[in-house]
Structures are given as C-alpha cells and as structure tokens.
Nanobody
C-alpha cells in the first residue's frame, strides 16, 4: 500500500526557511514523478514543484525560493523553502504519480508570520 507522509511544517517568521519532507512507503523509483502542491485558505490547490523518475525538475513561478530534492536511499522527497513570506502560508501536500494513478499525503501546515 502506497503511503506518503509529510512532515517539517510549522510556524515560522517571514524571511525564515523550512525543509519539508515526504516519506514514501515504497521505492520512489516506482513512480513517474513526485511533487509538492500547496493549498492556502480559501484557495485552490496549486503546483509548487516536481521531480520525475529521470530527475527532471519543474517549478512553479515562485521566485526561485523553493528547491525540490530526493533521497532515494530513504525514499524521501524534500522541499526546501527559503525567504518565507506570509503568502506562503498553506497546507503543503506531497503527490506521487504512476501511470494514470496518483497518491496524496495528508499534508503539513506551514504558517508564516509577518
């Protein structure tokens, strides 16, 4: 059974940094891609970053403050967020894709105070 568990969120002041983790219960090479999304209060969920099986990385236009990476030995995907802003406040979700199927974690809350 595929499970994705996010962690690393919290309350941080504007200008700070966080590293979010997404632990995957199976070998991450089982997936075509892994990615991060976020959903702010009252808004739709939006794409943040993704990394494919082959290592191609894509980012939303977020001023280069987000860095996605993976540790294949730990079956974990990370999202480094720098220079946090109050508008980054959201629940951050990890998603995995394999063929036509997708799996989501439950999310981790990031709150940025001004």
């Amino acid at each position: 059974q595929v499970q994705l568990v996010e962690s690393g969120g919290g309350l941080v002041r504007a200008g700070g940094s966080l590293r979010l983790s997404c632990a995957v219960s199976v070998n991450i090479f089982e997936f075509n891609s892994l990615g991060w999304f976020r959903q702010a209060p009252g808004k739709q969920r939006e794409f943040v970053a993704s990394i494919t099986l082959g290592g191609r990385i894509d980012y939303a236009d977020l001023e280069g403050r987000f860095i996605i990476s993976r540790d294949t030995a730990k079956n974990t995907v990370y999202l480094q967020i720098n220079s946090l802003k109050p508008e980054d406040t959201a629940v951050y979700y990890c998603k995995a894709n394999v063929l036509s199927r997708e799996y989501w974690g439950r999310g981790t809350q990031v709150t940025v105070s001004s």
